[in-house]
C-alpha cells in the first residue's frame, strides 16, 4: 500500500469513525488532547480501524512502521484542516485491542517487525535517559551538517568523514539534535500462565519519549509494539536477542486473575455457601491428604479468604491480608501443606528461603545487559503483589534476603574508603581508621552480631548541631564496623564531591519544607541534601589551575570550605578543577522575602519572581532582593519623617480608608495641607510596614546566617561489593550528625525497622514456614529464642502456629493409618469434600466479590474480650516495674481481619457474632502455645520484643545493680557482687543471673573491660 492512499485512508477514518451516539469519537479525542488532556498520544481501537477499514488494519499488523508513521502524518492534517491548530505538537499514533494476544514465551522468529500485543508480568525497569532520535552531527573544519535518525535499539549512526569536505573531525551537537526520553523494562510471563516446572520467558522492551514511567516493577500489563531484533554484542554468530519497541502500554488489573466463573459456578458457589458446614467443609478440603492439623488448616483458610482492605479518609491503607507462619519439627507436613495451598490460591508463588529468586523477596538491584545501568528487579513479594507469596524454609533465607528482612545493624554505615574530617583538619579513611583502632584495642572491643564496637575517647571530629545549625568540635563515642551489606550507594553532590553508604543510611534532605532523614536507596537525582558554608577549622592545601589528583582537588575544595568560601569540583577530561560558587537556600527558606517585599509593597519583575521560585535559589539572587527590602526600608523611613505626602505614593490607596476612615483623595488632600492626624497615620502605616518587613527578615536571617548551604543530589548509583568484608561508623553523641565533604552527614548504630516494612508489603499475604534453630522445638524455651527471625518480623504475622513432632499412641496409630490407605490408593480418604477446581473459583469470587462490615454484635464480642484480657492479667503484688500485656492492638487489628475472612467464607456480608468468637478462638489458641511467660501467664510482649515482661523487668533490675556497683572495683562492677546482689534482689539462682548476663553481652547493653568485670555501656 503507497504511503499517501495510507495517509488519506487514515484521514478519512479519523474524521468519519463515529461512536454508538454518532459522534465523531477521534476527531472529540484530538479536540481534548488540545484542550483538556496534555498528551501527546492518541489512543486508538484497532477494532474501529479493522471495522472501518480492514485492509488497513490488516497492513498496520504486517508494515507496522510505516502504517503508523502515516496515521501520525495523518494526525497533523486532520489537526491543521479540521481543528485550525498551527503550533509544533507531535502527537503519537498508539494502537490497542489487536485481536491476538501473546504470552512472552510464544514470541517467535514469525513475530519480527510485525505488530504484536504480549502479555506478562514487568521484573525490572531502567532510568529514564534521554534518546537522541534526531542527530545533527556539525564538521568542525568546514560547519557543514549532517543530520542521521536514530533507533532505539540499534547503535549510534555517525557519519564517518563530512559529505561536503571529506573532513573526519566531526562531533554531535547536541544542542541541535532532538532528544526524547527513552526507558527500558523487562517483561516476563506471569506465573499463573505457566505450567508447573516452566521457567519464564522474558524479553527486553522499550519505552519512548511519553511512555515513559508509566510501568513499575510488578505490575501486570499489556504492551503493544514491534518485536525488533538485534545481533548480540558477545556473539560473532549470526544469533540475534528480541526487543519489544512498545507503541501502548495498558496496566491490567491487580484484582485476583479472572479465573473463569460462568455463571453455572456462581450458582455452584451460592449453593455450597448455603450449606450450614461450609466453613468446616472448606477446612477438611485443604490438604486432605494430611491427616490432623485442624487448626492449621482453618487458619491457612482464614488467609485465604482475608480480610478486607479499608482507606481512611486520609488515604491511610489498613490491610486486609492475614499473614501466617507455621513453626514446627522437621517430617510435620509443613511444607507440603505450603504446596498444596500454592496450588490452591489464586495467584501465588512459591519460593524457598534457600531458593528465593536472584531478587530475593523485595527487589534487587541488577545490572541490565540491555542498556548496562542499574536496575530494580522485582522479587517475590512484588510478583505476587495482590496475591500470595508462599515462602518454604522462611528462617533460612540468604543474607542477602535477610538484608531486606533482618534487623539489620550494618544498614547505616559509610565505605571503608570514605574520608573523614578531624577536627585538626586532618583527613582519615574511616575503615584504615576504624580497623586500626580496633586491631590495637582488641582487648576493650565489644562483640555483637555481625558487628565489633570500641568505645574511644581520643578521636574529635567536627559534629553538627541541627537545632543552631552550627558546627561544634566533640569527641566521638565509639567506632564500629560491621558485615558489609552486597552493595553500595554512591550518591554524587552539585558540589562535585561523592560519597558511598549502604543502602539505608539516612541522608540529610530538604523535604515538604523541613529536614528530614531518607535511606540513600530512596535517594534521587535532584534532591536537596544539607551541607555547610564553611568549616571552624584550619585546613592548608596548594592551589593549581588543574589538578591531575581527585585527592589534591578535595584538599583544595576542603581548603576553601575553611575559608567561608563554597566551592566546587568540576571534572575537565581526566583532570579535575576546584571553582568558586555560590550558596543555595530552598525557595521555602526564601518565601520570608516575598513576604517582606508584599509588606513593602514592592513589586517584583517576573524574572524575579521566577528565580525566587526554584526549588533552590542562588546566592546572588538572594542577595538583589535583600538589599532591594533593605533599601526600600530605610527610604520609607526617611520620607515618612522628612515628607510625609511623598510617602503616600509608596503605601496602596486601599490601606488609607481601613485605617483612617477617611476616603484617599481627601486624605491626600489633608496630608498636602500638613495635616497632623494625617501625618500621624502615614507615619504609623510605614512603622507597621517596616516593623512587619523586619519580621520576616528576621526569620529569614534565621537560615541565612545559620552555617547552612544546600546542595543537589547530580548522581546516584547502587554499586556491588566486589571485596569489602565490612563497613564503618563513628558515633558522635549526642549530635548524631557530623561534617565532612561540605555534607552534614547522619551517623549512628542503630537497629532498623526500614526493611522489614518494606519486606511485608501490605498488599501481599503471606504465608510461610519456618524450621526451628536447634532442629526440634523445645518447648522449655520462648518462640523468638528459637527462631532465626527478629521479634520485629514475627509480629507482622497475624497467626503464628506450632506444629509439633510428640509421641502419642492414639495420634500416631490414626496418623499412620492413614498414610497407609492413602498409599493404597483408597481414594476417599484424599477426596476433598468440596472439589477443588470449584473451592478454587469459590476462594477467588468471594476475595472479588464479598466485603463484610461489622456487626454490631462483633464489634461488641471483640471489644470485650479485648477490654478482658488486659484487665484480667493484672499481678497481685507485683505493681512495680512493667506488667505483662496479655494482647496489643496489633492482635486487635488481627481479630478484626479474622473475623471479616471468617464472613467471607460464609459468602457474607456481615460479620456476624460467630465469625468474631470463631476468630478469638483461633487467637486464644495461638497465643497460649506460643506467648506464655514462665510462669504460665499469657504475655504479648514476648512476640513483639522477643522476651517476656517478667524477664524485661529481671533486665532492667540487673543493669541497675551494675550501674549502682561500677564505683567498687578498679575496672567496673565484680561478677560475685553483681550475683549476689541480683540473688538477694530475687532475680534467681546464680544460673539464671549468669545467664542474664550473658544475654545482656550479646545483645551489647554490657561490657567486660577486663574478665569478671562489668559495665554498662
Not at 239 to 263: A, G, T
Not at 454 to 474: F, H, M, Q, R, T
Request: proline content about 4%; aromatic content about 6%; glycine content about 6%.
Amino acid at each position: 500500500m503507497e504511503r499517501e492512499d495510507m495517509i488519506s485512508r487514515f484521514s478519512s477514518f479519523l474524521r468519519e469513525y463515529k461512536d454508538d451516539d454518532g459522534n465523531p469519537l477521534y476527531i472529540n479525542k484530538l479536540r481534548d488532547l488540545l484542550t483538556v488532556v496534555p498528551k501527546r498520544s492518541l489512543t486508538i481501537d484497532w477494532t474501529h480501524l479493522n471495522s472501518f477499514d480492514p485492509e488497513l488494519g490488516e497492513e498496520l499488523i504486517n508494515n507496522p512502521e510505516e502504517v503508523i508513521a502515516s496515521a501520525e502524518d495523518a494526525i497533523q492534517i486532520v489537526l491543521r484542516e479540521d481543528l485550525m491548530y498551527d503550533g509544533e505538537l507531535k502527537i503519537h499514533a498508539r494502537f490497542y485491542n489487536l485481536p491476538h494476544t501473546l504470552l512472552v514465551k510464544e514470541l517467535g522468529s514469525e513475530h519480527i517487525n510485525r505488530f504484536i500485543q504480549v502479555e506478562g508480568i514487568i521484573t525490572r525497569v531502567s532510568e529514564v535517559k534521554p534518546f537522541v532520535e534526531r542527530a545533527v552531527f556539525v564538521c568542525k573544519d568546514c560547519g557543514n551538517e549532517m543530520i542521521r535518525l536514530q533507533r532505539p535499539y540499534e547503535n549510534l549512526v555517525k557519519p564517518a568523514k563530512c559529505d561536503a569536505c571529506g573532513s573526519r573531525n566531526i562531533e554531535l551537537d547536541v544542542e541541535k539534535s532532538r532528544f526524547i526520553n527513552f526507558q527500558s523494562f523487562r517483561l516476563q510471563d506471569r506465573p499463573e500462565s505457566l505450567k508447573g516446572g516452566q521457567m519464564p520467558r522474558f524479553v527486553d522492551a522499550i519505552l519512548l519519549d511519553d511512555l515513559v514511567d508509566t510501568a513499575l516493577p510488578g505490575d501486570r500489563v499489556l504492551a503493544t509494539g514491534i518485536l525488533r531484533v538485534i545481533l548480540e554484542q558477545r556473539e560473532k554468530r549470526p544469533i540475534f536477542k528480541k526487543v519489544l519497541e512498545v507503541n501502548h502500554i495498558e496496566q491490567l488489573s491487580k484484582e485476583i486473575e479472572e479465573l473463569e466463573i460462568s455463571p453455572e459456578d456462581e450458582q455452584k458457589i451460592r449453593e455450597l455457601a448455603k450449606r450450614k458446614d461450609i466453613v468446616d467443609a472448606i477446612v477438611d478440603s485443604i490438604a486432605p491428604a494430611i491427616w490432623g492439623h485442624k487448626i492449621v488448616k482453618k487458619g491457612i483458610a482464614l488467609a485465604l479468604f482475608g480480610g478486607v482492605q479499608r482507606t481512611l479518609p486520609d488515604g491511610t491503607k489498613l490491610r486486609g491480608e492475614s499473614h501466617v507462619l507455621l513453626v514446627g519439627d522437621p517430617g510435620v507436613a509443613k511444607s507440603q501443606i505450603l504446596r498444596y495451598v500454592a496450588n490452591l490460591a489464586p495467584r501465588a508463588i512459591y519460593t524457598s528461603g534457600k531458593s528465593s529468586s536472584a531478587a530475593g523477596l523485595t527487589a534487587a538491584a541488577v545490572r541490565d545487559e540491555f542498556t548496562g545501568s542499574w536496575v530494580l528487579e522485582a522479587g517475590v513479594l512484588v510478583l505476587a503483589d495482590g496475591g500470595f507469596a508462599l515462602i518454604d524454609e522462611f528462617d533460612k533465607m540468604s543474607d542477602r534476603d535477610r538484608s531486606a528482612i533482618h534487623e539489620a545493624l550494618e544498614q547505616q554505615s559509610y565505605h571503608h574508603d570514605f574520608e573523614l574530617l578531624l577536627a585538626d583538619g586532618r583527613k582519615m579513611k574511616i575503615g584504615e581508621l576504624v580497623d586500626g583502632l580496633i586491631e590495637r584495642n582488641r582487648d576493650k572491643v565489644i562483640i555483637g552480631k555481625d558487628t565489633e564496637i570500641l568505645p574511644v575517647d581520643d578521636i574529635e571530629l567536627l559534629a553538627y548541631d541541627l537545632e543552631e545549625k552550627k558546627i561544634v568540635k566533640v569527641k566521638a563515642d565509639r567506632v564500629s564496623r560491621h558485615k558489609a551489606p552486597d552493595r553500595f550507594i554512591r550518591i554524587r553532590f552539585s558540589n562535585g564531591r561523592e560519597i558511598t553508604v549502604t543502602p539505608e543510611h539516612p541522608i540529610m534532605v530538604w523535604e515538604k519544607g523541613e529536614i528530614r532523614e531518607k535511606p540513600a536507596d530512596e535517594i534521587f537525582p535532584g534532591d536537596i541534601a544539607l551541607g555547610v558554608r564553611e568549616y571552624p577549622v584550619e585546613i592548608r592545601a596548594e592551589f593549581k589551575s588543574v589538578y591531575r589528583d581527585r585527592k589534591e582537588a578535595e584538599d583544595y575544595h576542603d581548603y576553601l570550605y575553611s575559608r567561608g568560601i563554597v566551592g566546587k569540583i568540576m571534572k575537565t577530561g581526566a583532570n579535575f578543577v576546584v571553582k568558586e560558587t555560590e550558596r543555595a537556600l530552598p525557595k521555602e527558606l526564601v518565601k520570608p522575602l516575598l513576604k517582606a517585599c508584599r509588606a513593602l509593597n514592592i513589586r517584583l519583575t517576573s524574572k524575579e519572581r521566577m528565580r525566587l521560585n526554584q526549588p533552590l535559589v542562588k546566592e546572588s539572587y538572594i542577595r538583589a532582593i535583600l538589599e532591594k527590602i533593605k533599601r526600600k526600608i530605610a527610604e520609607l523611613e526617611k520620607i515618612a519623617e522628612e515628607e510625609p505626602a511623598k510617602a503616600l505614593r509608596n503605601i496602596p490607596k486601599s490601606w488609607i480608608y481601613p485605617r483612617s476612615g477617611i476616603t484617599y483623595n481627601r486624605f491626600r488632600k489633608m496630608l498636602s495641607e500638613g495635616n497632623e492626624a494625617a501625618v500621624r497615620v502615614i507615619r504609623d502605616i510605614v512603622s507597621g510596614m517596616t516593623k512587619s518587613a523586619r519580621e520576616h527578615l528576621e526569620e529569614f536571617y534565621s537560615w541565612w546566617n545559620a552555617n547552612v548551604n544546600f546542595l543537589r543530589v547530580k548522581k546516584v548509583e547502587r554499586i556491588p561489593n566486589d571485596r569489602w568484608e565490612w563497613v564503618y561508623d563513628v558515633t558522635v553523641e549526642p549530635y548524631h550528625l557530623f561534617v565532612s565533604h561540605g555534607l552534614v552527614l547522619h551517623n549512628t548504630i542503630s537497629i532498623s525497622k526500614a526493611g522489614i516494612t518494606a519486606t511485608l508489603n501490605a498488599r501481599t499475604t503471606v504465608i510461610a514456614a519456618a524450621n526451628p534453630k536447634f532442629g526440634r522445638f523445645n518447648r522449655m524455651k520462648s518462640l523468638p529464642e528459637q527462631l532465626d527471625l527478629p521479634p520485629t518480623l514475627l509480629s507482622r504475622f497475624d497467626l503464628i502456629f506450632l506444629l509439633l513432632d510428640e509421641p502419642d499412641e492414639k495420634v500416631d496409630a490414626s496418623i499412620a493409618e492413614h498414610i497407609l490407605r492413602v498409599r493404597r490408593g483408597e481414594a476417599e480418604v484424599v477426596t476433598p469434600k468440596i472439589p477443588y477446581d470449584l473451592l478454587k473459583k469459590y476462594i477467588a469470587y468471594a476475595r472479588k466479590n464479598v466485603h463484610p462490615v461489622l456487626s454490631r454484635e462483633a464489634m461488641e464480642e471483640i471489644k470485650n474480650y479485648y477490654v478482658r484480657m488486659r484487665k484480667g492479667f493484672k499481678r497481685k503484688g507485683e505493681d512495680e516495674g512493667l506488667q505483662p500485656i496479655p494482647i496489643t492492638a496489633r492482635q486487635l487489628e488481627a481479630l478484626i481481619r479474622l473475623s471479616e475472612a471468617h464472613a467471607r467464607m460464609r459468602l457474607s456480608e456481615t460479620v456476624t457474632r460467630e465469625d468474631a468468637r470463631a476468630a478469638i478462638e483461633i487467637m486464644e489458641e495461638m497465643l497460649r502455645t506460643i506467648a506464655v511467660d514462665e510462669e504460665g501467664m499469657v504475655d504479648a510482649a514476648i512476640l513483639e520484643v522477643g522476651k517476656s515482661t517478667k524477664k524485661l523487668n529481671k533486665i532492667e533490675k540487673l543493669l541497675d545493680i551494675i550501674k549502682s556497683l561500677e564505683g567498687e572495683g578498679e575496672f567496673g562492677a565484680p561478677e560475685d557482687k553483681v550475683i549476689e546482689a541480683a540473688r538477694q534482689a530475687g532475680l534467681g539462682t546464680e544460673n539464671d543471673v549468669k545467664k542474664l548476663l550473658n544475654d545482656l553481652k550479646r545483645e551489647a547493653r554490657i561490657y567486660e573491660p577486663r574478665a569478671g568485670f562489668y559495665r554498662v555501656l
